[in-house]
């Protein structure tokens, strides 16, 4: 039986079953999340019906329509799509009724029911909060940092997206906003965490919208322009102000059960939900997962890619799988074919290394809101296992004599620790699309000079606070210790941020770290 926490990262993946064991997250080894094995179609088909369940747009009593309508609408044989019926009946979602074909069981008689709804609610609200604060974080860098031809394009965009009525419309609306905006920054970190989110954004605008009267969709629409006008004007205050009266009419809203109030859905919307609620196809997953790996350096052998033979070994894949990922990454300039050196890497591609300042300022921002959420939620829900292994890497990180490797995996210990006692799916999920450049992260900001190298003592200071504050189950006091400990690495890459901006061209983020000997130390 999936646990909590595994359901709800299972919803937000689009995959079953789970494909790591989160009682092992804490290990540094566990931070290697990637898909290992490739999911067969009767699974993909299991997961969108669950989603369905989730979301309430199959609710509790409403009949499925028959084997050979869904295999219709899905694409799929009906061998297919009796393997996945048979997969959420021996899971105890739906049940099969004499005389009334297959139905999604009475709530009041499934306690894995009961668990899958409120996962999802729980996702999406958590979903909410973020997606709300990423929004203000792409949008004041876009103001601040894009040329005004940029902004003009983004502005003419946005406006120009058409007033629609049909809410599965206007929630693709949604997502696309959110495409555009994190696509015209200059950093590909916001575009990544929003590509990656696009189902559950989907999601959980539909949820939202489906509570929306025709008067507050009216004036969500009047947010949307005056964001865009906002952005072409390059007004910041503006365009804040725009994004909190969406974020105000959203959460005014009571969408925690629409569907319940709707009755049972017509056939007709089950099967075109079912045709438009895939997950997402191996190739296209592979091909994620190997840009964001060439992003980061991890599949380079100098400047070649790693061979094909590598790659399907590292995924568990075939060769043939590979070989279409690579045909679109070539097909989008990531990658080159040399007959004579293999398929290489562009060499215009951004990189995401860590030497890059602005990339580990905005993994700064983005590991603050996520860690303070976590350290309060942790101190709220953390199991007796979570509270004694936060008890055992804390006092780990207080002997002496620890290479300094070996702190760095204790600190990245502790942090994935909190993030498994909070149980926040979106947490984890956020974790593991940006796992590559969160270990960089760590890396390098526990390891500069100018930043976190050779401040053990304040390092220790901060992780006592935030366990101690964690384990006397004191929310506010974890959530302020874990705002300290996150707010002393941000300040250090601020003031290496305004250093970097009075010199002169040409020098580098490496040299600012490496030559800001004069830079007060904290703590």
């Known amino acids: 039986m999936l646990g909590a926490l595994q359901l709800k990262l299972s919803l937000l993946r689009g995959e079953s079953p789970c494909p790591m064991d989160l009682a092992d997250f804490g290990r540094l080894a566990a931070i290697d999340l990637r898909t290992q094995t490739k999911s067969v179609r009767s699974d993909r088909l299991a997961v969108a019906?669950?989603?369905?369940?989730?979301?309430?747009?199959?609710?509790?009593?409403?009949?499925?329509?028959?084997?050979?309508?869904?295999?219709?609408?899905a694409s799929a044989s009906r061998v297919c799509?009796?393997?996945?019926?048979?997969?959420?009946?021996?899971?105890?979602?739906?049940?099969?009724?004499?005389?009334?074909?297959?139905?999604?069981?009475?709530?009041?008689?499934?306690?894995?029911?009961?668990?899958?709804?409120?996962?999802n609610q729980e996702n999406l609200e958590d979903l909410q909060d973020?997606?709300?604060?990423?929004?203000?974080?792409?949008?004041?860098?876009?103001?601040?940092?894009?040329?005004?031809?940029?902004?003009?394009?983004?502005?003419?965009?946005?406006?120009?997206?058409?007033?629609?009525?049909?809410?599965?419309a206007l929630a693709e609306d949604?997502?696309?906003?959110?495409?555009?905006?994190?696509?015209?920054?200059?950093?590909?970190?916001?575009?990544?965490?929003?590509?990656?989110?696009?189902?559950?954004?989907?999601?959980?605008?539909?949820?939202?919208?489906r509570a929306a009267g025709e008067a507050r969709l009216d004036r969500l629409a009047d947010d949307r322009r005056a964001l865009a006008a906002a952005v072409g004007r390059r007004d910041g205050a503006a365009a804040q102000a725009a994004l909190a009266d969406r974020v105000a009419r959203l959460r005014d809203l009571d969408w925690a059960s629409p569907a319940a109030r709707e009755g049972a859905p017509r056939e007709e919307t089950?099967?075109?939900d079912l045709a438009v609620a895939s997950p997402e196809q191996l190739k296209d997953r592979l091909t994620r997962e190997i840009a964001g790996m060439i992003a980061t350096g991890h599949a380079r052998d100098g400047a070649r890619l790693l061979s094909e033979r590598r790659l399907a070994t590292l995924f568990g894949v075939s060769r043939a799988s590979v070989r279409e990922a690579l045909a679109a990454l070539k097909a989008d300039g990531t990658v080159v074919a040399d007959e004579r050196c293999g398929t290489r890497v562009v060499d215009a591609l951004t990189s995401l290394a860590a030497a890059d300042l602005e990339h580990l300022q905005i993994m700064s921002r983005l590991r603050g809101y996520l860690?303070?959420?976590?350290?309060?939620?942790?101190?709220?829900?953390?199991?007796?296992?979570?509270?004694?292994?936060?008890?055992?890497?804390?006092?780990?990180?207080?002997?002496?004599?620890?290479?300094?490797?070996?702190?760095?995996?204790?600190?990245l210990r502790l942090h994935l620790t909190i993030a498994r006692a909070a149980g926040s799916a979106v947490h984890l999920y956020i974790t593991e699309v940006l796992r590559d450049?969160?270990?960089?992260?760590?890396?390098?900001?526990?390891?500069?000079?100018?930043?976190?190298?050779?401040?053990?003592?304040?390092?220790?200071?901060?992780?006592?606070?935030?366990?101690?504050?964690?384990?006397?189950?004191?929310t506010v006091g974890a959530g302020r210790a874990m705002a300290e400990h996150c707010g002393a690495f941000s300040d250090r890459y601020a003031m290496l941020d305004a250093d970097r901006e009075m010199l002169p061209c040409g020098l580098t983020a490496d040299w600012v770290s490496q030559g800001a000997a004069g830079v007060p130390q904290a703590g």
């Open 49 to 73: 019906m669950l989603e369905m369940i989730a979301s309430g747009r199959l609710p509790p009593g409403a009949r499925l329509p028959p084997e050979r309508r869904i295999a219709e609408a």
């Open 81 to 119: 799509v009796r393997s996945a019926l048979d997969r959420l009946k021996l899971d105890g979602y739906i049940e099969a009724v004499q005389g009334s074909g297959t139905r999604v069981v009475a709530i009041e008689r499934s306690d894995r029911l009961f668990q899958l709804i409120r996962a």
């Open 130 to 168: 973020f997606v709300a604060f990423l929004d203000r974080c792409v949008v004041e860098h876009l103001v601040r940092r894009a040329s005004g031809e940029v902004l003009g394009r983004v502005a003419d965009r946005i406006a120009a997206m058409p007033p629609r009525q049909d809410i599965q």
């Open 174 to 209: 949604e997502l696309q906003l959110r495409l555009v905006l994190s696509g015209a920054v200059d950093s590909p970190i916001y575009a990544m965490i929003t590509r990656q989110l696009a189902r559950g954004i989907r999601s959980l605008f539909v949820s939202l919208l």
């Open 270 to 272: 089950i099967l075109r």
């Open 371 to 411: 860690e303070v959420w976590a350290a309060s939620r942790a101190a709220e829900r953390g199991s007796d296992r979570d509270l004694a292994d936060l008890r055992r890497i804390l006092a780990e990180m207080g002997r002496s004599h620890l290479s300094a490797r070996r702190r760095i995996d204790l600190d």
């Open 437 to 474: 450049l969160m270990t960089a992260y760590f890396d390098y900001s526990l390891t500069t000079p100018s930043i976190g190298g050779g401040r053990d003592a304040m390092l220790l200071r901060h992780h006592t606070q935030i366990v101690t504050a964690i384990l006397a189950r004191d």
